[in-house]
Nanobody, 120 residues
Framework: VQLVESGGGLVQAGGSLRLSCSASGRTFSTYAMAWFRQAPGKERAFVAGVTNSGNAYYGDSVKGRFTISRDIAKNTVYLQMNSLKPEDTAVYFC???????????????WGRGTQVTVSS
């Protein structure tokens, strides 16, 4: 599985962005998908995940602001980010794994990441 993220950029606090992660491979629907983020000097942290059956889960810091979704027909997973804050600034990574997990070791495939910068 190859993953390619897009949609990052610079946005003012309070604004919105939608990230996309396009996946190759015909087994996309069998994988759990997730978004992680990594800010400078910090470890990569779980943001949101969606199981292969479509159940979504979120990290505490983004609950109520971010929404993860997947389009099986397009082999794509999305992260809609609203009410962005400066502390959301990070490189955002897409990940795929056989089972849902909130830790990086639970995923087998990773994209290269897309930068999100939120200005105050």
């Amino acid at each position: 599985v190859q993953l390619v993220e897009s949609g990052g950029g610079l946005v003012q606090a309070g604004g919105s962005l939608r990230l996309s992660c396009s996946a190759s491979g015909r087994t996309f629907s069998t994988y759990a998908m997730a978004w992680f983020r990594q800010a400078p000097g910090k470890e990569r942290a779980f943001v949101a995940g969606v199981t292969n059956s479509g159940n979504a889960y979120y990290g505490d810091s983004v609950k109520g602001r971010f929404t993860i979704s997947r389009d099986i027909a397009k082999n794509t997973v999305y992260l809609q980010m609203n009410s962005l804050k400066p502390e959301d600034t990070a490189v955002y990574f897409c990940a795929a794994g056989r089972f849902y997990s909130t830790v990086t070791t639970g995923y087998d495939y990773w994209g290269r990441g897309t930068q999100v910068t939120v200005s105050s």
